[in-house]
């Protein structure tokens, strides 16, 4: 008879008493509980146990149907949901009168979670062990993978805690030195909150032809002007493109139309295209574009890797999330936010995320953006420090807006206030002003 090897007797990471005590506690005292350990645990499949999956499952559903989660409201759920038996009805009704306290819930709550993440290490590192030999892509996407359970298993670790007086010390220093906050630049953006913050992340909206990335590439002239370094993931547009439109913002007469033209029909801009060319190179030795990064996994890599100080990215609806399991276009959008905020905290940096809005509001008679208009709009306002919309009236109505008119509207300011900000905009010139006057100048 073959022998066994110990290594393949081993049970794999999972504490059942602390699975018991977190389901006992939510059927002691229902929906506040769940909102405390829901925090914690993200998935089904944090659970071992497959009925204390089901019990987790039917707890969850009664959560999000506004119903009572009790011993009798777990047990006929349970049955609706699985071909539940006598002995599962018992098992359920023993969690609740097993647990002495509820106070510790949210400590039990993360033991599952992390020997949940425990469990997937284990098996990611044995899937990196067999992928060791096929093509470097495919083994990277592993250790991506990997990479980020080791990062999550590393967060729960206490090591983490910093005393009150340290933090305080880094609050006066940052107040001081004002290292905390980046300045856009661009005194509409600047308005509502004296300008971004380090490990915070800011939304832009505005429908197609508003003038959004061009808003963005102003922001991104004037970070550069400051000293700031500066990454930007080019989603919709190429590289190519993009750069059309700084050379033309940073020259004094070209437009973006005449870059569109052919090289016959240029009437004599190739020289002032070469001059902005070389102002353009000399200038902008701190950003760095991509246009060819398509995973969200990838983005953030390349955060990591060169740790600047603003993130731009054109614009989220466009990144792929990897390993999506079709739970819908909110989870991806919710995946993109955390990923991003987290990202900025690590390397202390600020990201300025560009998002389209809803066609909901070409149908309505008030065509000013609002909160509602994102898309995820629950996500985004969560997550965001500031969400601010580029809008632009002309497009609307040209009978009634200016067309060197645009609008900053300020819907969320964490740090700051809310409110609408007149500038002036020039779409040709790639350029946005202070002023109306300005543009029309320009």
Not at 114 to 120: A, H, V
Not at 259 to 268: A, I, V, W
Not at 332 to 355: D, G, H, P, V
Not at 427 to 438: A, H, I, L, N, S
């Amino acid at each position: 008879m073959k022998e066994i090897k110990n290594e393949q007797l081993k049970v794999q990471p999972h504490s059942e008493e602390a699975e018991k005590a977190v389901l006992g506690s939510i059927i002691a005292q229902g929906h506040p509980i769940m909102e405390k350990v829901a925090g914690w645990i993200r998935t089904t499949d944090a659970f071992y146990e497959t009925l204390n999956r089901e019990i987790w499952d039917a707890c969850v559903e009664l959560y999000r149907s506004h119903k009572p989660i009790d011993m009798i409201t777990v047990i006929e759920q349970h049955k609706d949901m699985t071909s539940n038996q006598r002995g599962e009805s018992y098992y359920i009704s023993g969690l609740a009168e097993a647990i002495p306290t509820t106070a510790n819930v949210e400590h039990y709550a993360r033991m599952v979670w992390e020997k949940y993440i425990q469990r997937n290490i284990a098996k990611s590192a044995y899937n990196v062990y067999k992928m060791s030999y096929d093509e470097y892509e495919k083994v990277n996407v592993q250790l991506d993978k990997h990479t980020q359970l080791i990062s999550e298993l590393q967060l729960l670790a206490p090591s983490k805690k910093r005393e009150v007086n340290d933090i305080v010390e880094e609050t006066l220093q940052a107040i001081e030195e004002g290292t905390n906050v980046i300045k856009f630049g661009l005194k509409q953006l600047d308005e509502p909150a004296g300008g971004m913050t380090r490990k915070e992340i800011t939304v832009l909206g505005g429908r197609p032809g508003h003038g959004k990335t061009t808003l963005m590439i102003n922001a991104v002239r004037t970070l550069i002007e400051n000293g700031n370094r500066v990454v930007l993931f080019n989603r919709e547009m190429s590289n190519v493109e993009m750069m059309k439109k700084i050379i033309v913002m940073e020259s004094e007469t070209l437009k973006y139309h005449d870059l569109r033209l052919s090289k016959e029909k240029m009437n004599g801009t190739a020289d002032k295209i070469k001059l902005s060319a070389e102002i353009v190179k000399e200038k902008y030795k701190n950003l760095t574009m991509y246009d060819d990064i398509r995973t969200l996994s990838e983005s953030i890599r390349e955060v990591n890797k060169l740790k600047p100080d603003v993130v731009f990215d054109d614009y989220i609806q466009l990144i792929s999330v990897d390993n999506n399991k079709n739970d819908g276009r909110r989870f991806e959008i919710e995946t993109i936010m955390q990923e991003y905020k987290w990202a900025c905290k690590r390397n202390n940096c600020s990201a300025f995320l560009l998002s389209q809005l809803n066609r909901a509001i070409e149908m309505r008679a008030d065509p000013l953006p609002r909160m509602s208009d994102y898309s995820e709009s629950g996500v985004i306002e969560q997550t965001a420090e500031s969400a601010l919309f580029v809008w632009y009236g002309y497009n609307f109505d040209d009978s009634a807006y200016d067309r060197h008119e645009s609008e900053i509207i300020a819907a969320k300011s964490r740090y700051g206030q809310v409110g609408r900000y007149a500038m002036g905009f020039n779409g040709d010139r790639c350029k946005f002003y202070e002023t109306v006057e300005e543009a029309y100048k320009g």
